[in-house]
Nanobody
Framework: QVQLVESGGGLVQAGGSLRLSCVAS????????MGWYRQAPGKQRELVAQ?????????NYAESVKGRFTISRDNAKKTVYLQMNSLRPEDTAVYYC?????????WGQGTQVTVSS
């Protein structure tokens, strides 16, 4: 089992910044995906940014966040970060951390990000 705990969400004005963190615990051998998704009210959950780890590591960002958000990781701390700059009201959502371990997707409980105009 893998447990994920997100933190760092909150209320921020448009143009501001937040940094989300996701700390993993439990039985982790070799994660094949780590990333962030978000879900706004009335909408489906969508990819924000994700590492996919295989023969090579690929990094994908949603078009809407390219140039504004940066995903990073600290393997020693089993932590994935999402630095969010130039936030917009349309970034308002619950942000979820994902970790794929041995073919199973684990999700955090989510952290609310609200951007006021």
């Amino acid at each position: 089992q893998v447990q994920l705990v997100e933190s760092g969400g909150g209320l921020v004005q448009a143009g501001g910044s937040l940094r989300l963190s996701c700390v993993a615990s439990g039985t982790i051998f070799s994660s094949t995906a780590m990333g962030w998704y978000r879900q706004a009210p009335g909408k489906q959950r969508e990819l924000v940014a994700q590492y996919t780890i295989g023969a090579a590591t690929t990094l994908n960002y949603a078009e809407s966040v390219k140039g504004r958000f940066t995903i990073s990781r600290d393997n020693a701390k089993k932590t994935v970060y999402l630095q969010m700059n130039s936030l917009r009201p349309e970034d308002t959502a619950v942000y979820y951390c994902l970790r794929r371990e041995r073919g199973v997707d684990y999700w955090g409980q989510g952290t609310q990000v609200t951007v006021s105009s």
